[in-house]
C-alpha cells in the first residue's frame, strides 16, 4: 500500500513539473490593476499585479516538494537577504509594487530549488519544451500570415488582441511589405526571441539530451524559427555569433569546407531576416531611455527607486515617443541597479561563487543573457523570461 501511495506521488510531481514547464511560455493569467497601474491614464501591466495559470501549478510543486526546501530557513544568508529586501523596501516609491516583486523574488528561488531537487530525466525535460515550442510556432506562423493575434483557444494560452494597426505593435517590412513580427503567446517579439534563445542553447549543450537525438535536433529547429521570425536583431545576431562559436570550438569536422559552408548557411540566414526594417527609431529610443536611467541612478544610487518601481521614476520625464511611454530602461544592469541601489551588490556577493562555478561551465548560457541584457529588460521584467532562468540554472 505504501508503495503506491509513494509511486503516486512521484507520478503527480512529475506531472505538475511537466506541466509547469509547458506552461512557461505562456501568460493566461488575471491582472489587478490599482491607480498606481494607470500612468498619464494609462493603464500599464507592468505595474499591475498578476496571478498566471503558471504561479497555481507552482503553488501545488511547493505543497507537495516543501520538504526538500526547508534547508533554505537553515541558510544564515537567508536573514541577509531579508534585510537587503527591508532595506529596499525602506526607500521604495511605492511599498505595494515592492513587495509584488519581493513574491516574484521569492517565487524565483524557490522555482530554482524545486527544479534543482527535481531529478527529472531528460524526456520529462525536452517532451514539454517540444510541444510548447510547436504551439508558439503555430501562433507565430498564424500571426505573420494573418497579421493579427488569432484568438480563439490560443486566448487561454495568454495570447493578447492585437492587429497590423495597433498603436505601439512590433511590425517589419521587406520590399515596402508590412507585416507583424512573431509574438506568440508573448507581450513582445523580443521577449520570445530571447526565451527560445536561452532554451536553444540549453538544449544545444546538455549533453544529457543527445540520447534524444531526433527529438533535441526538432527543439533546435523550432527554437530558430520562433527566433528567426521574432525579427529581434539583437537576439538574432546573437544566435548566429554563439552558433558559430559553438561550431568552432565543439564541432567535431573532419571536412574543413563542411565546417564553413555550415557557417555560410548562417551568415546568409542572418543577413536575410537582419535586413527586414523594423523600428528605426529603436536605437534612438534606446539611448533616450539610458540617460534617463542614469539619471535615477544618481538621484537614488545607495538604496535605489524599490524593486518594480522603475516606471513610477520613468514617468516622471518628458516623453518624446508616445508608443513607448510606459518602458522600462533596456538594459538589465541598469534596470537592477536603478531598483536597489548599492545594495545590489549584497545580493550579487550572496550568489558570487554559485554563479563563478556555474559560468565555466555553461558561459553559453550566460553570454546570452547577457547579449541580449545589454540591450533589453525582459529578464527581469516579465516574468516569463526572468522564471525561465530559475528554471535552466535549477536545472543544471
Avoid at 42 to 65: E, G, H, M, Q
Avoid at 92 to 119: D, G, M
Avoid at 170 to 191: I, M, Q, T, W
Amino acid at each position: 500500500m505504501k508503495t503506491n501511495q509513494v509511486y503516486f506521488s512521484m507520478s503527480l510531481n512529475r506531472f505538475f513539473f511537466i506541466l509547469f514547464l509547458f506552461l512557461l511560455p505562456t501568460q493566461f493569467g488575471k491582472h489587478f490593476f490599482f491607480d498606481f497601474s494607470y500612468l498619464s491614464g494609462i493603464r500599464v501591466d507592468y505595474l499591475a499585479p498578476t496571478l498566471y495559470l503558471s504561479d497555481l501549478v507552482f503553488f501545488v510543486l511547493l505543497i507537495i516538494n516543501i520538504k526538500k526546501i526547508k534547508f533554505l530557513f537553515n541558510d544564515r544568508r537567508l536573514f541577509l537577504f531579508i534585510f537587503f529586501l527591508f532595506l529596499n523596501l525602506l526607500f521604495a516609491q511605492n511599498k505595494f509594487l515592492a513587495t509584488y516583486s519581493y513574491l516574484r523574488i521569492i517565487e524565483f528561488i524557490l522555482v530554482f530549488f524545486l527544479f534543482k531537487k527535481s531529478r527529472l530525466k531528460a524526456g520529462d525535460i525536452l517532451w514539454p519544451l517540444v510541444l510548447s515550442s510547436f504551439i508558439q510556432f503555430i501562433l507565430v506562423f498564424g500571426q505573420l500570415i494573418t497579421r493579427h493575434s488569432l484568438g480563439g483557444i490560443f486566448y487561454f494560452l495568454g495570447e493578447r488582441y492585437f492587429h497590423l494597426s495597433t498603436p505601439g505593435i512590433a511590425k517589419a517590412s521587406f520590399f515596402d511589405v508590412e507585416f507583424l513580427r512573431g509574438y506568440g503567446s508573448f507581450s513582445h517579439p523580443n521577449s520570445l526571441a530571447g526565451f527560445f534563445l536561452l532554451l536553444y542553447f540549453f538544449v544545444l549543450t546538455s549533453k544529457k539530451f543527445n540520447k534524444l537525438f531526433l527529438l533535441k535536433n526538432v527543439f533546435l529547429l523550432i527554437a530558430t524559427l520562433l527566433i528567426l521570425f521574432s525579427f529581434s536583431k539583437i537576439a538574432i545576431i546573437s544566435f548566429f555569433i554563439l552558433n558559430t562559436l559553438y561550431l568552432i570550438l565543439y564541432t567535431k569536422e573532419h571536412c574543413p569546407l563542411c565546417l564553413v559552408a555550415k557557417l555560410i548557411v548562417f551568415l546568409v540566414l542572418g543577413f536575410l531576416f537582419l535586413s527586414a526594417k523594423t523600428d528605426p527609431l529603436t536605437l534612438e529610443k534606446r539611448v533616450y531611455f539610458l540617460r534617463n536611467s542614469f539619471l535615477i541612478i544618481r538621484s537614488n544610487f545607495f538604496f535605489g527607486i524599490g524593486a518594480g518601481c522603475y516606471l513610477l521614476a520613468q514617468n516622471k520625464f518628458v516623453q518624446p515617443y508616445l508608443d513607448v511611454i510606459n518602458q522600462p530602461v533596456h538594459n538589465i544592469f541598469l534596470l537592477f541597479f536603478a531598483q536597489w541601489g548599492l545594495i545590489s551588490f549584497g545580493f550579487f556577493s550572496l550568489s558570487f561563487s554559485w554563479l563563478k562555478k556555474v559560468f565555466k561551465k555553461n558561459y553559453f548560457l550566460f553570454l546570452v543573457i547577457i547579449f541580449t541584457g545589454l540591450s533589453d529588460h525582459y529578464w527581469l521584467s516579465l516574468v516569463q523570461n526572468f522564471l525561465l532562468t530559475a528554471v535552466i540554472f535549477g536545472l543544471l
